[in-house]
């Protein structure tokens, strides 16, 4: 009598478990929106939290698909086992409601008061024969379409739920196949909820009176209880143990990752200039090892850096005393050369022309020590600023005055656009005249008799000076050393106004000096562009410059076949393309 009750017990175990729902405690999910950022930052910065937020995520995962298995297995065979009670109680009860009626001494005299009392038996002894923990409820109904001598008056108990009763479950027991007939219900309760619950059908022939239909509805809240409590366990006992594997795991993290993090705080401090910091050697394990090896690499690093620290002291004080002492036996050279140069026009004109070169070398060496003095003051850090308000376009007309001889020498011209530069700024006066005369006598030696312009212009933080010149131009690698010292693009070129190498190099760090930067622009065959930018209040920092690196012509070269542009920073490279794709930038700066 199971054949119908297999049939409809598939629908109604999806039923049962889609009411209980396996599962409901894991499926809220955090707020992102205002969690996220921190955690992203946190999943950056620690590999302690990478490694335990992993660990518990995949534990919480693997924790969740055991759970809901076992969950799943555990209410259907809770429901199996609650199935073949249901079966096992409705198949007795209407057994025994059939023997009722059979043995009976009724027959088709039998008054209307026998099958009555019939029907109240039957119904008593099927619910005493129940023992279902949630409760029975029974009904009795005549199966519709009969025609006979006597009538039943249906019965059903007072919690009864006639209304669950489908067409087509009665329509299946009113078939009388013999088995029996099983459909899930909802169980309304007195709170307005309802609780599963499953009613069984099957049939009666009642003497004279014809075939009824027997219902028994049984209530499962107590299986939903048990699955209930047992959900609640596994999630709580799946917690726990992610909690616990949680952590295991950052204990395991933080012995691992704490060296690892010592390391990387002496490696930092090292770099930071602290070269006496080392690892704790502790053990003999990998990490121990590591801190060995790290500490022996940073004995041999220091010693290198103090050589070489000592190696630069030695050659910074040998410049300046090796310039200070020329200085002295320079000054009688020069005293005895000029006397010489003054009565060149008596000697023999060999001999004037031997006064004329001494002079002139007498000139260069006296420009070399000065350079090579300023240098090893930048070296030692023993330079000051004299600042004082300066209209920038003013002394750049006085530099280029004092140059334009030598540029009509050269066959150059020089023109000055200041549309911008008489606005005051407070910078060494100078300083600035020593990059001008740099920037100019750079422009005029290379220019090869092309124009030579200059531009002056400012904003409301900075002023900006730039010098173009349409020579010879650089190559990429001659660019990115044009800031060397006692570098020279072309050393074999005959050079017109002398020159000692460094004069970029002590301009470069003269606009440092004053906060600013100092950028170039070449391309071979097109000239060079000189930009020096310098804050028009000292102190401040230059952000922006009102004069580009790249001059307004440059598109209309892109398509000539020439060398990229390019800067120098004091302490780094860096490198962009620029407009045409075809070049890079160096720059200059504090």
């Known amino acids: 009598m199971a054949g119908q009750g297999e049939g409809t017990g598939a629908g109604w175990r999806g039923s049962v478990v889609g009411a209980l729902g396996p599962g409901a405690w894991w499926r809220r999910r955090a707020a992102w929106r205002d969690v996220g950022p921190h955690l992203l930052s946190a999943w950056r910065r620690s590999l302690e939290f990478r490694t335990v937020a992993l660990t518990v995520v995949l534990a919480g995962v693997g924790a969740s698909i055991i759970a809901t298995s076992i969950s799943v297995s555990i209410s259907a065979n809770l429901y199996d086992q609650r199935r073949d009670q249901v079966q096992s109680e409705s198949q007795r009860a209407t057994i025994l409601a059939q023997s009722i009626f059979d043995s009976a001494t009724a027959t088709e005299d039998a008054d209307q008061v026998e099958l009555d009392s019939l029907q109240n038996e039957a119904q008593s002894t099927i619910l005493g024969s129940t023992s279902s923990p949630g409760g029975t409820s029974i009904a009795i109904l005549r199966t519709p379409g ?30 009388d196949t013999g088995a029996l007939s099983m459909q899930p219900v909802a169980l309304p309760r007195a709170d307005g909820g309802s609780v599963p619950g499953i009613v069984v059908g099957s049939t ?13 509805v049984y209530d499962l809240s107590d299986a939903a209880t048990t699955l209930a409590l047992m959900q609640r366990t596994l999630a709580l006992g799946s917690l726990a143990l992610v909690v616990l594997i949680g952590v295991i795991t950052y204990v395991v993290a933080r012995t691992v990752v704490r060296p690892v993090r010592v390391a990387a705080e002496t490696s930092q401090a090292i770099a930071a200039g602290d070269l006496d910091q080392r690892i704790p050697e502790k053990g003999q394990d990998v990490i121990a090892t590591l801190g060995r090896s790290f500490n022996g690499m940073a004995d041999g690093m220091q010693r290198q850096i103090s050589q070489l620290a000592e190696l630069s002291r030695v050659q910074q004080r040998f410049v300046s005393d090796v310039s200070h002492e020329l200085r002295t036996p320079l000054t009688t050279i020069r005293l005895a050369g000029d006397v010489l140069y003054d009565q060149r026009g008596s000697f023999t004109p060999s001999t004037a022309r031997t006064a004329e070169l001494l002079h002139t070398q007498v000139d260069r060496f006296e420009l070399l020590l000065a350079d090579l003095l300023e240098i090893s003051r930048f070296d030692a850090g023993a330079v000051e600023l004299d600042v004082e308000s300066t209209t920038v376009a003013t002394l750049v007309e006085d530099g ?16 000055i656009d200041a549309r911008g530069g008489y606005l005051e700024a407070e910078v060494d006066p100078r300083r600035l005249r020593r990059i001008l005369r740099n920037l100019l006598g750079n422009a005029i030696e290379h220019g090869e008799g092309g124009p030579i312009e200059v531009e002056v212009d400012s904003d409301a933080e900075s002023v900006a000076v730039a010098v173009r010149d349409h020579g010879v131009g650089m190559r990429q690698g001659d660019v990115e050393r044009v800031f060397d010292r006692f570098w020279r693009a072309d050393p074999s070129r005959r050079r017109t106004i002398g020159g000692t190498g460094l004069g970029l190099a002590i301009s470069l760090e003269d606009a440092v000096l004053h906060g600013g930067r100092l950028e170039v622009w070449s391309r071979l065959g097109e000239g060079s562009r000189f930009v020096v930018t310098l804050p028009r209040v000292a102190g401040a920092a230059t952000t922006s410059s009102p004069l580009a ?19 120098a920073f004091p302490e780094a490279t860096a490198t962009r393309p620029a407009p045409d794709g075809d070049e890079e930038v160096r720059r200059a700066r504090t």
């Open 400 to 415: 280029v005055a004092e140059f334009e001889p030598l540029a009509a020498e050269a066959g150059s011209v020089v023109v």
């Open 146 to 175: 009969q025609s006979t001598a006597q009538t039943v008056q249906d019965i059903a108990s007072p919690d009864f739920p006639g209304a669950e009763l489908t067409p087509e479950l009665r329509e299946r027991v009113a078939s």
């Open 204 to 216: 009666l022939q009642v003497p004279t009176a014809g075939q009824y239909e027997l219902y028994l």
């Open 549 to 567: 690196v790249v001059p307004r012509d440059a598109d209309d070269l892109a398509g000539h076949d020439s060398e990229p542009w390019a800067g």
